[in-house]
């Protein structure tokens, strides 16, 4: 896909992964939705970087949960942008149990439901108000953000930053992906990018990772193949391959975790044999 000229709608571009992708996708010429709700002071500096109100992008308050408000998104896309190319499905939210503790705790009588209703339905709100302009365009595309707790839960190093509805969540964002796929299908492509331990998502510059212990930092990194978390604009070049290069690639799975998953017992040495 020949980026210059398309519309898109990127989720989350305030801050971190969002924001990178953001700027990526308009630095090769895609005219842009940006759609916030919350972290006001984020949400100003993004808006004046993409050059207000007046500008050629589109930011406005949105709350991807409800309804209501992402037909309102749909409809400012169509009327201000004249179509929709391009849709980043970023949007989540997970409470981390090294910051919040269990779900039983009275501060957290709304956070199972909370990591649900925005890492899983809101995702699903979006893609499905947004298909309709997606359908328009003769070559369209779309890439979800997912992370590598739909894989391995609250288990290992990891468990005291993925929590469970969180890990929940995830684990039906694959299923969206692939039936999306099909319903996109021919024009339509639809991939996945299931995230590992990035910077500013579960990684440095976070508040859960500031709280871990070096001894905890260190037990995350060994289990990474990579040694490192990932930065977003690593990730915001692995959207830009999707979306611009990757024409027969749809219904795919890019998991994008350092080595996380498989980083767990490694292959011992070959032994000599007996023959």
């Known amino acids: 896909m020949n980026i210059t000229g398309k519309t898109g709608l990127v989720l989350g571009a305030s801050r971190g992964i969002g924001l990178a992708i953001a700027r990526t996708l308009a630095l090769h010429g895609a005219r842009l939705a940006l759609p916030w709700f919350d972290w006001p002071e984020s949400s100003a500096a993004m808006t004046e970087e993409f050059g207000g109100e ?17 037909a309102h998104l749909m409809h400012m896309i169509s009327q201000k942008l004249g179509g929709l190319d391009i849709l980043i499905n970023n949007i989540e939210r997970g409470g981390m149990p090294v910051v919040h503790g269990g779900y039983q705790r009275e501060v957290n009588r709304d956070q199972w439901q909370l990591e649900m209703e925005t890492t899983l339905h809101a995702k699903w709100l979006v893609f499905e108000q947004a298909l309709p302009l997606l359908r328009q365009s003769p070559e369209a595309t779309v890439v979800i953000l997912s992370s590598i707790a739909g894989m391995i839960g609250r288990s290992g190093p990891a468990g005291l930053l993925f929590n469970d509805g969180y890990a929940a969540a995830n684990r039906g964002v694959s299923s969206l992906t692939e039936t999306w796929a099909k319903i996109g299908a021919p024009t339509i492509r639809v991939n996945e990018i299931m995230l590992g331990l990035i910077d500013y998502r579960h990684g440095r510059g976070t508040r859960g ?13 060994d289990h990474t193949l990579l040694q490192r978390t990932g930065t977003p604009e690593e990730v915001a070049q692995a959207v830009l391959f999707l979306v611009r290069d990757a024409d027969f690639l749809t219904g795919s799975v890019l998991r994008m975790d350092g080595g996380y998953v498989l980083g767990g017992e490694r292959p011992p040495d070959m032994p000599g044999g007996v023959l």
């Open 209 to 221: 990772w500031q709280l871990l212990t070096q001894k905890e930092q260190q037990a995350l990194l």
């Open 54 to 70: 007046a500008g050629t992008h589109l930011p406005l308050q949105v709350d991807l949960r409800q309804p209501e408000d992402v």
